[in-house]
């Protein structure tokens, strides 16, 4: 009955009065939608908040625990309570090398410049070679060589060239970095949608404006993707270049822990090198919200998944 009314209201109503009335019950249930949605966003990151902190409280509790009651030896595998005392004296009293502000510029220095310097370059050839079969075919094999080689063996040829100094660490950590970013460009730019080029090229464009305006910006998306994967290769490549030889860094503060036996210090180590990597990580998921703003959002991230 109702159903019959709201017809024969309806037939009573110009066309006009009907397409806005249309509009409204559209526009409400886009309202309605999309407030559904957000809700359900709100109450998934308040499950995942709190699933993360209970994981933590479970892993971290647990440990002093099984360390206070002997069932794990605290001599090996230290403890939270430790850890903190540790970090408190580095930061009140600084470390064997200095402050541990300057240890953690140094590393910073030496994984930012081989983060930069990785990333322009994995990102030139891979566009460079994803487009340029010939350069591909030729160059390919000796980048997969050179990329089999243990970084460890890599570390040491550096030393001997560039000696014990920041180049070193900063070559190895481009190293690292290199390779993520470009096979990940390689890839995106050889999946790029070839019915875009061809109509760039109909419409007259050259091979640059094709490679700015169509190729990187299809191919951003994995080259954006690497770039998580990336930043913490930069810091292992500085931490590892340090343990090789360094007279500062947090590397060579992780090596003086555990040549006095001190696990306590190298996980105090690890939760500095973790703070850096999650402000990081911060900071490269908003760079990568603007370089991809123009693109439309997918299911997952409507569904804030």
Excluded: C
């Amino acid at each position: 009955m109702a159903i019959t009314s709201q017809s024969k209201e309806r037939q009573m109503q110009t066309p006009d009065q009907i397409r806005s009335a249309l509009q409204s019950e559209i526009a409400a249930d886009e309202a309605t939608v999309t407030a559904r949605a957000l809700r359900q966003a709100r109450k998934r990151k308040l499950q995942v908040n709190a699933g993360r902190a209970l994981l933590g409280v479970l892993v971290v509790g647990g440990w002093q625990l099984f360390a206070q009651w002997k069932i794990i030896d605290p001599f090996f595998f230290g403890q939270p309570s430790g850890i903190v005392r540790q970090l408190v004296d580095w930061f009140q009293h600084g470390t064997s090398f200095g402050s541990i502000w300057s240890q953690i510029g140094v590393t910073m220095e030496e994984a930012l410049l081989g983060f930069v310097y990785g990333v322009l370059g994995g990102v030139v050839l891979g566009v460079l070679l994803g487009q340029v079969r010939f350069l591909a075919d030729v160059i390919g094999p000796y980048i997969k060589i050179v990329n089999a080689v243990p970084r460890i063996v890599l570390g040491s040829i550096f030393f001997v060239w560039l000696g014990l100094g920041t180049p070193a660490k900063v070559l190895l950590a481009s190293v690292l970095v290199f390779f993520v970013v470009f096979f990940n460009a390689f890839q995106g730019v050889r999946e790029v949608d070839r019915v875009f080029v061809n109509n760039a090229r109909v419409l007259g464009a050259s091979r640059l404006q094709i490679t700015r305006h169509v190729v990187l910006p299809s191919a951003l998306t994995w080259i954006t993707a690497s770039l998580h994967v990336a930043f913490g290769f930069a810091v292992i490549g500085a931490i590892v270049g340090e343990f090789l030889g360094a007279q500062q860094g947090l590397g060579l503060v992780i090596s003086d822990a555990q040549n006095h036996f001190n696990p306590n210090g190298v996980f105090a180590a690890m939760v500095i090198i973790a703070v850096i990597a999650l402000t990081a990580e911060s900071g490269i998921s908003f760079l990568e919200k603007k370089l991809l703003a123009w693109r439309p959002p997918s299911s997952t991230e409507v569904a804030g998944i």
